[in-house]
């Protein structure tokens, strides 16, 4: 079945360490998207890609790094610049016709120690 | 006026009971509409699409009002299950890209 594997499900991180975020997806699709959620709120945009080797920031791109090499792989590295890296990762990616809507993958949970 | 804006709740509502959830957009030029369920620590997943004409799931129905710039989510016949943080999402396209914005979500909590 297609769809979007994210991995780990849950990563912890030491103060000062960069570490990368997988997302895969085979759905085909082209554009793809990192979130950020914090507790009780709503998902933020950290950065997306329409197409390969493209992507653009988002809302909250600072202390956040992505590639986009290959159509089905986006990884997002947090930073140590990014200072208060505690979040729910979620990436997401959507077929050409938005009207079909957004498939997310089941999330990284991120915590530093 | 934020993007997107919906009341928080939390909705505590008994078994049986009807909710509906409201949600407002500012950009008139918005095309697509979605309504999206998160439960507790997991992803959201796709729940309707949203229709000027309307459209009905099941115990769920959706509609748009363009004029007025919102969405509605009407449930029926609440289940338990049916406790979850309900998003609203509005794509709007603009400069070749589609923006995605969401809404921070409302809570549902449905009581025995």
């Known amino acids: 079945d297609g769809g979007i594997t994210q991995s780990p499900k849950y990563l912890f991180r030491k103060e000062g360490q960069n570490v990368t975020l997988s997302c895969e997806q085979n759905?085909?699709?082209?554009?793809m998207y990192w979130y950020r959620q914090d507790p009780g709120q709503g998902l933020r945009l950290i950065y997306y890609s329409q197409i390969v080797n493209d992507f653009q920031k988002g809302d909250i791109a600072e202390g956040y790094s992505v590639s986009r090499e290959k159509k089905e792989s986006f990884p997002l590295t947090v930073t140590s610049a990014q200072k208060n890296p505690t979040a729910f990762y979620l990436c997401?990616?959507?077929?050409?016709?938005?009207?079909?809507?957004?498939?997310f993958g089941s999330g990284t949970r991120l915590t530093v120690v | 006026r934020k993007e997107v804006e919906q009341d928080p709740g939390p909705f505590n509502v008994p078994e049986g009971a009807t909710v509906a959830f409201n949600c407002t957009y500012s950009?008139?030029?918005?095309?697509?509409f979605f309504w999206y369920r998160q439960d507790c620590r997991k992803e959201p997943k796709l729940l309707m699409s949203?229709?000027?004409s309307g459209n009905e799931d099941g115990r769920f129905t959706a509609q748009l009002n363009r004029a007025s710039q919102y969405i509605s989510l009407l449930i029926r016949d609440s289940k338990l299950s049916d406790s979850a943080t309900y998003l609203c999402?509005?794509?709007?396209?603009?400069?070749?890209?589609?923006?995605?914005?969401f809404g921070k979500g409302t809570k549902l909590s449905v009581i025995p």
């Open positions: 950009n008139s030029a918005s095309q697509s």
């Open positions: 949203v229709y000027s």
């Open positions: 759905l085909n699709h082209d554009a």
């Open positions: 997401a990616s959507r077929d050409r016709e938005p009207s079909y809507g957004y498939t």
């Open positions: 999402v509005v794509i709007t396209s603009g400069a070749g890209s589609y923006q995605l914005t």
